[in-house]
């Protein structure tokens, strides 16, 4: 299975678009073919590190980068999409990306991808004798918000009678039960990273996972010559400094 036939997506406001060439960087190296694109609400006109993105699409030719600014709109922390108001990461489950792929993976831009993620999701669905991968929250009402399908299983999505105001793993669920029903059977859902999320301390039980990879892992992304480049913001400085001492 080649990774031309993954697209990677994700969206983000602007106050996560620092993580978009870190996000960019470790998906390539990680993911040799595939295609990512981010949907933002950050102007282009605004994005301090726009020569990084061109650096990244000029050395990874083999990948497809697509950023497209303005995808959304933000107003009282509140995302306004096809004239539709929602949660700011609910987005990514309602946009459309330009790209089309044999399959898709929506993400949350804040993980830095550690390891490849087509083949461990292929495996899942054959096990599962599903066409999706994703696992049913405890609550029995939600998917987690890491969600590998087929492309053309996912698209186009049905927005009848869903409740887009609600949380948008919940509005996930709804939208994979009303199209083709949720699978209760999978109970595997990889993270394929280190999640440095502006809402999760670092060691929490619920914080960036750094214990679930290693060092080997880290080094192929912190030794890059673009890494250096990527860390747009002192959070990710920071971020860099706690992950590097955690492995060293």
């Known amino acids: 299975m080649k990774n031309k036939s993954l697209l990677i997506y994700t969206c983000c406001d602007n106050k996560y678009a620092m993580f978009i060439p870190i996000f960019i960087l470790s998906h390539c190296i990680h993911n040799d073919g595939c295609s990512i694109e981010i949907g933002t609400s950050l ?9 990084v993105i061109k650096l990244l699409q000029s050395t990874y030719t083999n990948c497809k ?3 497209i600014f303005e995808a959304f709109q933000v107003r009282n922390n509140k995302a306004i999409y096809d004239g539709n108001i929602m949660q700011l990461n609910t987005v990514r ?12 993976y929506i993400t949350d831009i804040d993980i830095i991808n550690t390891e490849p993620i087509l083949e461990k999701h292929i495996s899942i669905m054959n096990k599962f ?4 991968s994703n696992i049913v929250r405890p609550s029995g ?3 987690s918000g890491l969600h590998f399908s087929e492309y053309n299983v996912y698209y186009p999505i049905n927005k009848t009678n869903i409740n887009l105001s609600i949380n948008d793993e919940e509005i996930l669920f709804n939208l994979i039960n009303n199209k083709i029903g949720v699978n209760y059977k999978i109970d595997i859902r990889p993270v394929h990273g280190i999640h440095v999320s502006l809402s999760r301390q670092p060691f929490n039980k619920v914080g960036w996972e750094l214990d679930k990879h290693t060092k080997e892992e880290w080094g192929t992304i912190k030794n890059n010559q673009l890494y250096n480049m990527c860390l ?3 959070y990710l400085v920071n ?10």
């Open 43 to 51: 102007k282009e006109s605004e994005c301090t590190f726009i020569d």
């Open 65 to 67: 980068i697509n950023v």
């Open 93 to 104: 489950f309602i946009r459309k990306p330009n790209i089309e792929c044999k399959y898709v």
């Open 129 to 132: 004798n599903s066409n999706y």
């Open 141 to 143: 009402k939600s998917l």
């Open 232 to 234: 747009t913001s002192p």
């Open 239 to 248: 971020a860099d400094n706690i992950i590097s001492n955690y492995y060293s």
